[in-house]
């Protein structure tokens, strides 16, 4: 697959789009833009890695790909050279820590006032800037205390419902559990069994800051935990674009990995929206929306744009009856997952994201949606409104509480298996 990626600098045409899409060319000179440090750099990488630094400024959003009308990986390649630039030089610490988010949320949640104390305090942060490298206005999520794992382990179902497999990944697990829970009621309210198996980081943060061997090694142990549900034939649904996108292609592509296991889980793997959707489309999902009379600015994020599903959320939330839903054309936030807390990045970031935020700010909103954890909680940062996730809304046009029942009125109670815990 590796070789395929480069192979694929071939057919470059130098037709310059993916220069026009680039959102990080747009606001620094430090990244010449992805044509140049990507195909046309490539040529030049076999004789050895390149002493040029410019494509660390890359912030792998993959748009790049995505445009091109020739099917150049361009992004793909920029991964890879990326990484072996890392290689020779070594990793920096402070790549290493924030690569490793189940780390992070493990040392993190037991402590979780202090923890959340010291990352929101001006003072401490600063420090944190100047010892590691992590910019002290950069968005921080909370710790949540206790997990989603932990949250959901006492819960069962019914044992005659079709099952669905739930890959949450650490966003939710750490930061967010009551999105799993919205998450596992939606489901559940649409006859599903939700099985929960046990599972840990993907790997994307470790491959975008070029640590290659050790995201491999976070890949196998996933999907070793995931394919005996997707061998089974369940689907797998992941509320995270990002998280799911690297078990559906990156793995595959950039990763180089020919794993069986992946491959099951691959196979299976379905974005969350995308999941619903096609329930819709095959006249499945329950569509007893209450009113929501919001309008809501939606954001699709770079790497749910990368699944190559369109935006199937748009097409969910137009089911919600007074809900306005926004469709925002900015193609980034800025942040990439771990790019934009770097505080050599942080005002790059914040300077591609910043006309997301007007657009944003310009509907008088004060609530926004997408479907990216990252992203979300960039959009909350830099444009001061609330953001979630386009579930919470279906979860609130549905009137359920996070336990599956409905608030509003009677209807069909939730089910819910815990399993491989």
């Known amino acids: 697959m590796s070789d395929l990626i480069r192979a694929s600098l071939d057919h470059c045409v130098k037709c310059t789009i993916c220069e026009s899409f680039c959102p990080v060319s747009q606001v620094t000179p430090l990244f010449p833009g992805p044509k140049y440090a990507g195909p046309q750099a490539e040529r030049y990488r076999g004789i050895g890695v390149s002493p040029d630094s410019s494509i660390d400024y890359c912030s792998g959003c993959g748009i790049c ?59 401490v942060r600063s420090l944190v800037q100047s010892v590691i490298g992590v910019h002290r206005d950069a968005p921080m999520p909370r710790f949540a205390g206790r997990t989603f794992q932990k949250r959901s382990r006492t819960h069962a179902g019914a044992a005659d419902a079709p099952a669905v497999v739930y890959f949450h990944g650490c966003g939710t697990n750490f930061y967010e559990p009551i999105l799993g829970e919205m998450v596992v009621a939606v489901l559940e309210h649409n006859g599903f069994r939700v099985i929960i198996p046990r599972q840990d980081c993907c790997g994307l943060p470790l491959q975008s800051n070029g640590n290659f061997p050790a995201a491999r090694s976070y890949v196998r142990r996933l999907v070793a935990n995931l394919a005996p549900y997707a061998r089974q034939g369940l689907p797998i649904v992941a509320n995270s674009t990002s998280c799911g996108l690297m078990l559906k292609r990156e793995a595959h592509e950039i990763l180089g990995m020919d794993d069986e296991d992946l491959k099951a889980v691959s196979g299976s793997m379905f974005d969350l929206m995308e999941f619903l959707l096609g329930l819709h489309d095959r006249g499945e999902l329950r569509t007893d929306f209450g009113s929501l009379p919001l309008t809501v600015p939606y954001h699709a994020p770079c790497q749910q744009r990368g699944h190559g599903i369109g935006k199937p959320a748009l097409d969910l939330l137009a089911l919600v009856p007074d809900l306005d839903t926004i469709e925002l054309e900015v193609d980034c936030c800025g942040i990439a997952g771990t790019y934009g807390l770097k505080k050599e990045k942080y005002e790059i970031s914040m300077a591609v994201g910043k006309r997301l935020f007007d657009d944003i700010r310009a509907t008088g909103s004060d609530i926004a949606a997408c479907d990216s954890e990252t992203c979300r909680w960039q959009i909350a940062h830099g444009a001061d409104v609330s953001a979630v996730h386009p579930v919470e809304l279906l979860h609130r046009a549905y009137g359920l509480d996070t336990n599956g029942s409905r608030r509003a009125h009677a209807g069909a109670a939730g089910r819910r298996e815990r399993s491989g815990s």
């Open 65 to 123: 790909t995505t445009v091109c009308p020739q099917d150049v990986k361009i992004a793909e390649i920029n991964s890879r050279a990326r990484a072996k630039l890392w290689e020779e030089r070594g990793i920096p610490l402070r790549n290493q820590l924030i690569a490793r988010p189940s780390v992070l949320g493990r040392l993190g949640n037991p402590v979780a006032p202090l923890a959340n104390w010291a990352l929101h305090n001006r003072a």
